[in-house]
Each structure stands twice: as C-alpha cells, then as structure tokens.
C-alpha cells in the first residue's frame, strides 16, 4: 500500500455529515460561489501532514498513526 498524498484536516465522515451521500456543498473564497463537492476533495491538502524525519526524508507517520488511532476509537452513530 502507498502512503497516503491527499491529507485531510476534517474527517471525511465528519465532513459527510453535512451533506447527501459523499457530497457537500462548499464555497470557494474567490470568487465568493458554491459548488457542490465530494467529501474526498474537500478540506484535503497534498502533503499536509507529511514532516522530515532524523534522516531528512519525508515521513507520513502522523498521518498514519492518527489513522489508525480514528479507526480503532470510531463509535457508530446512536439513532
């Protein structure tokens, strides 16, 4: 498996909540509109939690330990 490029800073599920299905609808700051967007390609940037490591190589460690942390302590939704 590939380490992950595309990091998001909102959960995709937190995100989803907001929306139909996987979509949602978000605005741009410029111009000021609305579109409507996949929770995958909204609140994502490329690289965000990737960090140097002691070796000077890129490491997406903390993007893969909070990861695996979210999917070991996700509760299902009451209701």
């Known amino acids: 498996?590939?380490?992950?490029?595309l990091h998001h800073y909102v959960s995709q599920s937190y995100l989803a909540r907001f929306g139909r299905g996987?979509?949602?609808r978000a605005r741009?700051?410029?111009p000021p509109r609305t579109h409507l967007a996949n929770v995958?390609?909204?609140a994502a940037e490329t690289g965000f939690y990737t960090?140097?490591?002691?070796?000077?190589m890129p490491s997406t460690i903390i993007?893969?330990?909070s990861a695996a942390w979210k999917g070991r302590h996700s509760r299902?939704?009451?209701?």
């Open 1 to 5: 498996m590939s380490a992950p490029k």
């Open 22 to 24: 996987d979509m949602v």
């Open 28 to 30: 741009r700051r410029c």
């Open 40 to 42: 995958k390609n909204v």
């Open 51 to 56: 960090i140097t490591d002691d070796k000077g």
């Open 63 to 65: 993007g893969t330990s």
């Open 76 to 79: 299902p939704c009451a209701g």
